[in-house]
């Protein structure tokens, strides 16, 4: 990744989980560990699936298809807790993160995107110093739809001041680059800290 590539953006919107930081073993384990408690398996396969939406909506789905999942938020919650025991283990993607600093230090605008709740996007950030490089946090709190629908981006693009196409999205998930070129948004599509892909919406 080079940013002279994407210069004439105002605006940069990454996803957090799997985009910016190598956290994605971490949520496969969580909630592997949650359905073993409760008897039940969870491939990671079905994670990586889901990847990008609220943790709510993936456990509600497990539910929805006859597991033993009780009470979505307790479910939800004891998945946290797995979670945020890995969070001092996770570390950002060096290239990606490479990217945001140049940006950030030219001026761009910098937003993160997520379907993780804000208290554990700032768990995260604060744990891996990303804090100082962000300027606006939008997570499955400040949203009524998540990925594939763009309101995350579109909410994520409003802070910041700024119109849909004056902003590169970044995701690794399917749900994360729907949203966002459903949302109006180019989108640079994220694999393991290598771009993949470069959508680019017709105006």
């Known amino acids: 990744m080079n940013f002279s590539n994407i210069a004439s953006y105002k605006g ?13 073993p971490a949520h496969i384990r969580a909630w592997q560990m949650t359905a073993n408690e409760r008897g039940f398996e969870i491939r990671k396969e ?12 993936i456990a509600l789905y497990y539910k929805q298809q006859g597991m033993n999942v009780g009470d979505v938020d307790s479910f939800v919650e004891r998945k946290i807790a797995f979670y945020n025991a890995s969070v001092p283990t996770i570390k950002v993607f060096p290239k990606v993160f490479s990217l945001l600093k140049d940006a950030h230090a030219k001026g761009v605008k ?3 995107g997520t379907g993780s709740r804000t208290v554990n996007v700032q768990k995260v950030l604060s744990c891996i ?14 949203v009524q739809h998540h990925k594939p629908h763009p309101e995350t981006f579109w909410v994520a693009a409003k802070k910041m001041g700024l119109k849909p196409e004056s902003c590169l999205v970044f995701d690794d998930a399917v749900f994360g680059i ?5 949302g109006g948004f180019d989108c640079i599509e994220v ?11 017709e105006r």
């Open 178 to 182: 729907l949203a966002a070129i459903n």
């Open 110 to 112: 910098i937003a993160v």
């Open 129 to 142: 110093d990303l804090e100082p490089y962000i300027d606006v946090i939008v997570s499955a709190d400040d």
């Open 46 to 57: 079905d994670v990586i699936k889901r990847a990008g939406s609220s943790s709510y909506d």
């Open 191 to 201: 694999d393991n800290d290598i771009q993949k892909n470069y959508f680019q919406i």
């Open 12 to 24: 940069l919107i990454f996803d957090l989980d799997g985009t910016l930081i190598d956290s994605m």
